[in-house]
């Protein structure tokens, strides 16, 4: 893992949603692979091995860098914009 610019000041949000599971796919009736937690703002959205990606599409929208996995015993994070684990 290496360290980018993205993290240096990121807030540690509480996740918008405690129930493990994306709240985009639960609105349309997917189902996530993967949770993904955004670290500027706390959204939970499901991994690009999902069938909608919403924790990509959420940083389409939002621009927000860096999420990490939502998953147990996981704690990696990724920059959207480095490409890059971080």
């Keep these: 893992m ?6 240096a000041e990121l807030p540690v949000p509480a ?7 994306c709240a985009e796919c639960d609105a349309g009736g997917t189902h996530p692979v993967h ?3 955004c670290l500027t703002c706390g959204h939970v959205g499901c991994c690009d ?10 940083f389409a929208e ?7 996995s ?10 959207f914009v480095d ?4």
């Design 2 to 7: 290496s360290e980018c610019a993205h993290t």
């Design 70 to 79: 939502f998953e147990p015993g996981e704690n990696w994070r990724w920059c």
């Design 15 to 21: 996740p918008a949603a405690l129930t493990g599971t």
């Design 35 to 37: 949770l993904r937690l």
């Design 83 to 86: 490409g890059s684990i971080v």
């Design 49 to 58: 091995s999902s069938p909608m990606r919403h924790a990509s599409a959420h």
């Design 62 to 68: 939002t621009g927000h860098p860096v999420m990490r």
